[in-house]
């Protein structure tokens, strides 16, 4: 971890007029050994002022008017503490006790304990971003009683109001999550980023994320909604960021070993290192995972590797440096209509349907903290990556196999770009602020071609000899840059303003050529076309929001935002051949604005709630209709659909009933969760016969995700209840999927799951029994690839998980 030295003099107390100015000294130490703890971040009052512990452990605040002052500590390998001083006419001295993050249950002291709820916000200010005034929730998987070696995501994410979820396979290889009517395929509506960088394809052009992290690998999962647009990108979703683990301080070598095995030949490999070696840390981990899916024709095998660097040069200075590499391979099942997932959602009629993908990400990071009140940083990152898809796809999902050409798309990623942050505190007069500048440069280049593959049943990514095999051969380069400024102004001690300003440039280019052939029933050629097409689109644009956050006591906070938003059509929207969908030529740009308001309370280790309420105006909305075309074919048209309004509450609490009940047995907890949104969208106007006044797909009235979390000691088990209402999956509303089901109704449905967890001396036992009930239901209805057609979701499934940690 970075070292930084204490500073005596910090920031002024801002807001009311006080009669004395105080001084609040203290020391952390561990209270394991009753070392000293520095490099340890105290944050006073929501992060409104910081200190840093000096080798001796001490901080200091100076000039604090009477009252209470909420403290709370950020120390790596050691557990959040958070506690209220009162100064009551005189300065004080104060002694911050700290437990290790390795600690078990019995050995923690509920005092200095961070909630383990598994669930927590972003202070206002963190990490070189503003998140005072935004809607943030911040999920800690390691605290978590979930099925963390298949990333299931409806377990991870349970406790984040509103989000929809795909789940379509239950290897987890890919993450689809999506919120207030947003499409949930790939989070493609998501700015999704790995330790502040993005891990999509591309973040423009195809914003789409082929890998996700191993949960067993992550620290905190940080989700900022449309608030985010300011700061980390114009998409309406906001930000998905995975932050890693990091290396432990206070050992050379720190190995962990999970091993997993579940349903349906399941298995997962997962080891890390991680240590600190002088002015070195490093963490690293290797991932092996492979089964046979719920479904024939599912079968997968996963590799993943990562290591980070870090070199600490001084107690102010780090650089670092982390690459990851990412492979798989999986066997895509197919669709269904509705006919066969009635008479059996475990059939496949695919086995010749592939799909591979391999990404590799590196990254550098240099940190630097001038003082106390200037710190910058850069991020230089960069994507070399593909993604092959192969397979016999007709429109007619029941169609029988011919044995004939597979279809086959092959898309090359080769992306870079550099970011740059730079935080500053300050003073207007004696109120503190906080201002936030930042810069972004990103180069991105994409190679697409879609044509004809082999007629074999094995995974061979290589089209056939023939001239006429290529249909599309496209090259996607596009350049942005961006600027962005946010401000916190506090006025007084319980009210701030955040407004901020983006300004981007974004340049796409699509350049290639695209062909159609006609064969006749033996095979042979008829007809062929080739069109060459050139496309530009430059534009240039500034967006703007403001926050609003006003706490009446140190429990709660009264938050607002107001943000527009921007999303750029992809390259998926300007081209590509599909036997079953065309694209409207004159396709633009998506834009809307969010709002936000609600209430929340502190993050306590006994209760914690946050209820809000969200607007979202969503204009030249993209999505997808169904026509006929001049033969009488079923087609679907993507294009501008028009003017959506999505509006809703979402709300969240959780409570520690037991030990609220009987606070003094601090071996028994007992935690109730209860996760609501409700929404309603619509389309208010289109120039689509049929879609003003109709629901807005991918979005359920009711999203229900509840739960109770029972501990004794060191063992937890937990209950989760999840159930949507209906959704539709296109703007027509249509309920019938007809013979492609690609649109259509997504029923409501219900989902029960546990999980059960053991920690002994340096073992842990996880064991996780999904969909209890053995519902048969789906989540998504496939476009393209994996599909066409419904892709049913896992039946009843048990795994079990055993952990060392030496």
Known sequence: MIRFTVFSLFILCTGTSVLGQYRLTGTVQSRHDSTSIHGCTIYLNDGKRTAITDKTGQFVFQNLPSGNHVLQTSCPDFKVSKQTIAINGQDQQITIWLNSRDETLSEVVVTDKQS????????????MGIYEGKKSEVIIPEQLVANLSTNNARQIYARVAGLNIWENEGAGLQLSIGGRGLDPNRSSNFNVRQNGYDISADALGYPESYYTPPTEAVGRIQVIRGAASLQYGTQFGGLLNFVMKKP??????????????????????????????????????????????????????????????????????????????????????????????????????????????????????????????????????????????????????????????????????????????????????????????????????????????????????????????????????????????????????????????????????????????????????????????????????????????YKPTPQLDIYGNLSQNYRSITFSDMRIANPSSVIDPNLQDEKGYSLDLGIRSAQTTLYNFDVSGFYLNYNNRIGEVQFYDENDRVLRRRGNIGQAIIMGIESYAEADFLRLANPVNQ????????????????????????VAGKQVEFVPDVNLKSGIRLGYKNLKASFQYTYLSDQFSDATNARD??????????????????????????????????????????????????????????????????????
């Open 116 to 127: 383990d709820f598994g669930f927590t916000r972003m202070r206002g200010v963190e990490s």
């Open 248 to 549: 432990v301080t206070d050992r050379k070598i720190e190995l962990v070993a999970r091993q997993s095995i579940g349903s349906f030949g399941f298995y997962n490999a997962f080891t890390s290192l991680s240590g600190t070696v002088g002015k070195l840390s490093y963490y690293t981990f290797f991932q092996y995972k492979q089964g046979n899916g719920w479904r024939p024709n599912s079968h997968f095998t996963n590799y993943t590797a990562y290591a980070d660097v870090d070199y600490h040069f001084s107690e102010k200075t780090t650089l670092g440096f982390d690459i990851t590499q990412m492979s798989y391979l999986a066997q895509q099942p197919g669709g269904l209509t509705d006919e066969m997932f009635r008479a059996n959602p475990r059939q496949s009629n695919r086995e010749r349907n592939w799909f591979k993908v391999n990404w590799t990400m590196p990254a550098l990071h240099f940190d630097h903290k001038f003082n106390a009140l200037n710190e910058f940083n850069v991020r230089l990152f960069g994507l070399y990556a593909y993604r092959y898809s192969l397979g016999f796809r007709p429109n007619r999902v029941a169609s029988v196999d011919d044995n004939s050409e597979r279809d086959l798309i092959k898309g090359d990623f080769q992306n870079w770009g550099v970011e740059a942050r730079y935080l500053k505190r300050y003073y207007l007069g004696k109120k503190q602020a906080v201002l936030l500048l930042g810069s972004r440069y990103y180069h991105g280049y994409n190679h697409s071609i879609q044509g004809l593959g082999s007629t074999g049943r094995d995974a061979n990514f290589n089209f056939i000899d023939d001239k006429q095999a290529i249909s599309s051969d496209y090259q996607f380069p596009n350049r942005n840059v961006s600027v962005f400024a946010e401000n916190i102004l506090y006025v007084g001690e319980k009210l701030s303003i955040t407004p901020g300003v983006r300004f981007e440039y974004i340049h796409t280019t699509a350049d290639g050529f695209y062909g159609t052939v006609t064969r006749d029933l033996a095979g042979n050629i008829i007809s062929s076309t080739r069109t060459n097409e050139y496309r530009t689109n430059d534009r240039q644009f500034v967006i703007g929001g403001i926050g609003i956050s």
């Open 667 to 690: 071996d028994l907890s007992g935690v109730l969760f209860a996760n609501v949104a409700l929404i309603h969208s619509e389309y208010n106007a289109s120039e689509i016969a049929g």
């Open 737 to 806: 999927g007809g013979v492609s089901a690609v649109i259509g109704l997504i029923p409501a449905y219900t989902i029960m799951d546990a999980s059960l967890s053991y920690q002994f001396s340096k073992f842990r036992i996880e064991t996780s029994l999904n969909n209890l009930a053995d519902r048969a239901y789906f989540t998504r209805r496939a476009t393209g690839y994996p599909g066409p057609g419904i892709l049913p979701s896992d039946g009843r499934s048990v795994y079990v998980t055993v952990q060392v940690k030496l």
